[in-house]
């Protein structure tokens, strides 16, 4: 187990438009975008430097849920390993994969082939799910999720690390030791991701909240003899400039200000932070990424 980001650093990603098109996020150009606008999306995010692109994982969504989180998501491993080709530094994460939908043997197998495939860009992003009619769909018992979790997490660690009883996982991944970052931000997601994770990836966490939870994580691993590196994220929208649309709640304006500003986030502990960028198009958000990566990014760590 080790964490990805170097101490004394913070790294920024992103999850992907398009392979995720949820109404509560999507922009509109979303909707009629196609492969190439992923790629060229993923590229830029090469370019410019992140640590990560993200892909999340519904498998079918329940109608009338459909109406308020759209029906587009593609297949995290299936786009993953298609961008794994299309991309050359630039890490590869689920974010998330549904744990209690896999046989943890099933997620090692495909992520160490995405690591093989990457040259060792793979990281594991997991959560436990929250839709119960989905589970339903799946023929997945929902109220038992929390208990799978406690024992599939140490098996899939495990399975990633080449330890599997009595059988061979093969190809076996380029990395030592694959990544596993653990999504939600429950008080039982936190000590899952501290007890079995490399880093946790939490959602809608308020910066003034941070400090007690990166506590909470490092006595955890503490207690359970870990090594205390561990990466903790962070959710944060930007458009670098001034927009002359209306961009919501998302932090604006000049590089250096808009540093200052996601500073409240790594100063309280995160050093890892997923940038969700406004767009009106490809070109846009293309232009947003390379920006970022290098008028903002240079300035988080300062």
Same mark, same amino acid.
Request: charged share 20%; glycine share 10%.
């Given at each position: ?5 170097p ?9 992907l438009?398009i392979?995720a098109q949820?109404?509560i996020f999507?922009e509109?150009?979303?909707?009629d ?12 995010a090469?370019r ?25 998501w593609? !297949? ?18 689920s !974010? ?5 939908? !896999? ?7 495909a ?6 495939l990457s040259?060792g860009?793979a ?6 799910? !929250? ?8 023929g997945v ?20 690390d ?9 190809p076996?991944p ?10 939600g931000?429950s008080?039982?997601a ?6 079995h ?21 490092r ?14 994220g962070?959710?944060?929208?930007c458009?670098v ?12 304006g ?10 409240r986030?790594?100063e309280?502990?995160a050093n890892?932070?997923?940038v ?21 990014a ?5």
């Open positions: 187990m080790s964490a990805v980001i101490a004394g650093t913070v790294a920024w990603g992103l999850q438009p392979q949820s109404r999507v509109p150009w979303e909707a975008a196609g492969v190439d606008d992923l790629v060229a999306v993923a590229q830029a090469d410019a430097g992140a640590l990560y692109v993200g892909v999340c994982e519904h498998v079918a969504i329940p109608r009338p849920l459909d109406e308020t989180m759209g029906e587009t593609y !297949h995290p491993v299936a786009t993953l390993g298609f961008l794994a080709g299309q991309t050359r530094s630039v890490r590869l994460l !974010h998330v994969l549904a744990l209690p939908y !896999h046989h943890p043997l099933e997620v090692a197998k992520f160490a082939t995405i690591d093989r040259g860009r990281i594991v992003g997991v959560g436990a799910g !929250h839709i119960e009619a989905e589970f339903a769909l799946l018992d929902f109220a038992a999720r929390g208990a799978y979790m406690e024992t599939a997490l140490p098996s899939l660690r495990a399975a990633l080449g330890d599997v009883a009595g059988a061979a996982l093969a076996r380029v990395q030592a030791s694959v990544p596993l970052w653990v999504g931000s008080p039982v936190v000590r899952r991701a501290a007890q994770g490399d880093g946790w990836l939490p959602q809608g966490v308020h910066p003034r909240d941070l400090p007690g939870i990166v506590t909470r994580l006595d955890l691993r503490a207690q359970a003899s870990l090594p205390e590196a561990f990466d903790v962070a959710n944060v929208g458009y400039g001034t927009p002359t649309w209306d961009v919501g709640h998302t932090f604006t000049e590089p250096d200000a808009i540093a200052s500003s996601l500073r986030w790594t309280n502990g890892q932070l997923q969700r960028f406004r767009s009106r198009d490809r070109t846009e958000l293309v232009d947003q990424i390379e920006r970022f990566g290098a008028e903002v240079p300035h988080l760590g300062a």
